[in-house]
């Protein structure tokens, strides 16, 4: 048996095989799509590529061989939404599922935001304040339906979606009351306060890429080292499989729902800082939700919910949506990206049928072989 | 000699492990067949391949004499076979009606079902068997031993000469078991031929004529059930010597642990389910609570381990009040608990074996230290659990609790219960739905367990059980102790009289 068989019918690996083949059949069929529309596939992986690693394949061996800015605007995509990847799947680790990520995102940019232009302080202490009230404005954000749930067994996800509403129409309410905002956004972030960095835009060529990605790495440690290594993660990991056996074991169930949807609601909070005092650098009015929750749902799904798999499933989708502008370039028009993007979630979401697949494919091997 | 069923010579491999190994299976018409083994014998298996859910390796089928060919349920259904599983498979807010026809619906114009004429087909076959299902009633609303007789009923309904019951008693109450048993019997004397997977001996005495034993894979023989005795149909089954009675050496009354007093408990609905309920145990006693099912049993142990409220009344341990602590504060005071339902209490079935053994004590010292689970001594730990009870996994401490058996998981639930040491240990149902070998080992321990000087309270609706290992009996009826028995002193009957509300003993009539 060749050895790429024997991965696929190993069991144990069902948890990685099973999204990468999600993620080939995807392409796979972005390819025939493009094929059959008569479009050049290869414009396509070409704007991926360089979008991902700065390398312009038509273009190799020359000056104009690595531009370090597609690097930066790619990394600077994946950051909001691998963090409000971490948001929902250290919910659904406790079993909840937070569609929140949306609304704790726009609390959490507006608090920095205010943060940043309201107060004057040294930025060794300014910095840190602001993204600390970020985190604390979507914790506060998820603690609201974590107590209803909690108190009345009230569905997360009915008040989720409110507070998704109510985080738009609050936050352009009080950023447009915000000195000097114009009706479409605030003024910029105060020099103390911001995570822009002159110093990463001159080695990426000028791209919008910020500090944020120190904290994206020290959220996703945190992750790992809450849900892995602490008697906190061992209960909400226990909570989220089995809340009748952890009640039994003198588990606080309803407390840990709470807790769990304020850190959730933290991660996410961190995500609107990420936009609001990194990449735009000031407060935005917005027309209506830009979806980094439910791109945050996608990214934990093919994730798995683990920290490592967040991160490299918040990578992939930040790729495919920063490549594209440069797709379209190509002459390849950017549906494609979102159809491979939403072909992704689809067969990531029919993970228990390829399951099944498998094992019957195991079972015929086995048989064969006697 | 005419067979309805043959199954020759079965032989069926499952990766690493000989499920079936040269099996032979001979159902003669209107007979009750036994199919007798431990858990993990190969019963089921056998009974897929009829049922054509695996094919096997080796041997044939035959059916009235003809060799068939089942390689899928649909096949089975069609020879006239039908199987009422462990589990049931009906749906939960359907009509008895609705659920019996499900996927065979008879039909009037324009495809509409025709419920009325079902109706009548499922009446009047349940009038026929004695089976008196209501067609109307939803399955929500009826008792575990009514679904049953639905299920039955699905099988009749699609005209089954061959019924296989997969381990039919287990979830049944002592006057449904009897009921159940009459029932088979006239589908015998119907003509009807019943194969019975089981492991109770009891049950086979009372109603099978033949019975198949299996260990292992392998078929140890068929007997002719009026020729034998329970010892040794468990013999055949277990391959050595089996003991019914448990040594237990006589002991004194130590002092007194647990103190109920007048205690009253709600259940789900509000109603009163415990009532005024005053009980004592004793440091070196088990005392048995006997009792049909649903007469306050579960909201008696729900209120004893805190995972219900108390309405009025007291529990102390060790002379100290825990009535209506948290249940964290009551498992810590010493109280440990093996639940009636494993798989929903008991274990969390994802999580690996040594996360489950430390359920209870993983934030504390030295499983935990400042909230930093240490890993390297909850492993060690497992493993000591594992040794100690003989806990047996593919992949040992790292082992996910659902990929093991029933009666290894529960050996886990005990071994990690018993670990903790509490002065008071509640075992609800220790043994349900466990092979003889798993239930004398689990006896043994709870005897052990007694001789240390603990307090044991053992509830269990099997009364050969209470019987057996109990130095005093309690019997509970509507949520009230209706007499404490020396099981020396009395039988069955006595007990089963006291359990249906006829009889007090000891304890004064309101």
């Not at chain 2, 087909?121 to 349940?126: A, F, I, Q």
């Not at chain 2, 088990?286 to 995972?307: C, P, R, W």
């Amino acid at each position: 048996m060749s050895k790429i068989k024997k991965l696929l019918l190993d069991e144990t690996k069902y948890k990685i095989t099973v999204p990468i083949i999600a993620i080939l059949l995807s392409f796979l069929i972005g390819t025939i799509v493009m094929l059959l529309t008569g479009i050049n596939p290869l414009g396509a992986f070409k704007a991926l590529a360089r979008t991902m690693t700065g390398i312009n394949f038509d273009k190799l061996f020359t000056d104009k061989m690595f531009n370090a800015r597609y690097v930066g605007e790619f990394l600077t995509t994946a950051l909001p939404i691998t963090l409000t990847g971490l948001s929902v799947a250290f919910a659904f680790r406790t079993g909840l599922f937070n569609i929140g990520a949306e609304g704790q995102l726009l609390v959490g940019a507006m608090a920095a935001t205010v943060t940043s232009i309201m107060l004057d302080l040294p930025a060794i202490i300014h910095l840190p304040i602001v993204i600390l009230s970020a985190a604390l404005a979507g914790a506060l954000w998820g603690f609201v339906p974590g107590i209803l749930k909690a108190k009345y067994n009230v569905h997360e996800v009915v008040v989720t979606i409110m507070m998704n509403y109510t985080a738009l129409h609050m936050t352009n309410y009080l950023l447009k009351k915000l000195p000097g905002s114009s009706l479409i956004k605030t003024v910029k972030s105060n020099p103390s306060g911001t995570l822009q960095s002159d110093f990463i835009a001159s080695i990426t060529n000028n791209s919008r890429l910020h500090w944020g990605i120190i904290v994206v790495g020290l959220s996703i440690l945190v992750f790992w080292y809450i849900i892995e290594k602490t008697s906190f993660g061992f209960e909400l990991r226990s909570v989220g499989f089995n809340p009748d056996a952890s009640k039994y074991a003198g588990m606080k169930v309803t407390r840990n729902v709470m807790f769990s949807m304020m850190i959730a609601g933290a991660f996410a909070g961190l995500a609107g800082a990420m936009l609001s005092i990194g990449t735009f650098d000031y407060g935005r009015i917005l027309v209506g939700f830009e979806n980094y929750g439910f791109d945050g749902i996608a990214v934990a799904l093919l994730g798995g919910n683990v920290a490592i798999g967040v991160l490299l499933s918040g990578l992939l989708f930040g790729g495919l949506k920063s490549a594209q502008p440069l797709m379209q370039a190509n002459g390849v028009p950017l549906e494609i990206a979102k159809i491979i993007s939403s072909l992704i979630v689809l067969f990531v979401a029919m993970k228990y049928g390829f399951e099944m697949w498998l094992r019957t494919y195991a079972k015929k091997q086995e048989e064969e072989g006697k | 000699m005419d067979y309805v069923i043959e199954m020759l010579n079965i032989t069926k491999d499952f990766p690493g492990i000989r499920a079936n190994d040269d099996v032979t299976l001979q159902v003669k018409k209107g007979e009750i067949h036994a199919l007798l083994g431990e858990n993990g014998a190969g019963k089921s298996t056998l009974m897929s391949i009829l049922f054509g859910l695996y094919k096997p390796n080796k041997g044939q089928i035959k059916v009235n004499g003809k060799e068939v060919n089942i390689d899928n349920p649909h096949v089975a259904n069609d020879l006239g076979i039908g199987m009422v599983h462990q589990h049931f498979k009906l749906v939960e807010n359907f009509t008895v009606t609705e659920n019996i026809i499900l996927g065979d619906e008879p039909k009037k114009s324009f495809g509409r079902v025709d419920i009325e004429k079902a109706r009548k087909r499922v009446k009047e076959t349940s009038e026929k068997y004695g089976l008196s299902v209501d067609p109307d009633s939803k399955i929500e609303d009826i008792s575990v031993g009514m679904q049953q007789r639905v299920e039955i009923s699905k099988m009749l309904y699609r005209d089954a000469e061959i019924l296989i019951f997969d381990e039919p008693t287990a979830v049944l109450t002592p006057q449904e078991i009897d009921d159940l048993m009459n029932i088979m019997r006239t589908f015998a004397k119907e003509g009807k031929s019943i194969i019975l997977i089981t492991h109770k001996l009891k049950e086979i005495k009372a109603v099978a004529d033949t019975c198949t034993v299996l260990r292992r894979g392998k078929m140890i023989g068929s007997v002719n059930v009026a020729d034998v005795t329970e010892k040794d149909l468990a013999e055949m089954m277990v391959g050595r010597e089996v003991f019914f009675q448990v040594d237990k050496p006589e002991r004194k009354q130590g002092k007194k642990i647990v103190e109920i007093k007048k205690l009253n408990v709600k259940d789900n609905r509000g109603l009163m389910a415990v009532n005024n309920l005053s009980l004592d145990i004793h440091a070196g006693e088990i005392l048995g609570l006997a009792g049909i099912d649903g007469n306050g049993q579960t909201e008696l142990i729900e209120a004893l381990s805190g995972l219900r409220k108390i309405d009025s009344g007291s529990i102390a341990l060790n002379d100290e009040d825990i009535s209506n602590r948290s249940i964290r504060k009551i498992t810590e005071a010493g109280v440990g608990h093996i639940p009636q339902d494993r798989h929903k209490y008991g274990l969390v079935l994802d999580f690996r074996l040594d996360e489950n053994l430390v359920l209870q004590t993983y934030y504390k010292e030295p499983n935990s230290v400042r909230g930093i689970l240490k890993h390297d001594e909850i492993t060690k730990k497992a493993q000591q659990i594992i040794d100690e009870f003989d806990v047996r996994s593919g992949q040992g401490a790292m082992t996910v609790a659902r990929s093991m058996s029933g009666g290894n998981q529960q050996k886990a639930i005990i071994g990690r219960e018993i670990d903790r040491s509490p002065d008071f240990l509640i075992a609800a149902q220790p043994t349900r739905g466990l092979d003889v070998g798993a239930i004398e080992y689990i006896h043994s321990r709870l005897v052990a367990e007694r001789e240390k000087e603990r307090a044991i309270l053992m509830i269990s609706l099997e009364l050969d059980e209470i019987l057996n290992i109990s130095d005093r009996i309690a019997v509970i009826y509507e949520g009230e102790i209706v007499g404490i028995l020396d099981p020396k002193k009395t039988d069955e009957k006595e007990i089963g009289l006291m359990m249906s509300g006829s009889k007090r003993v000891g304890v004064a009539n309101e």
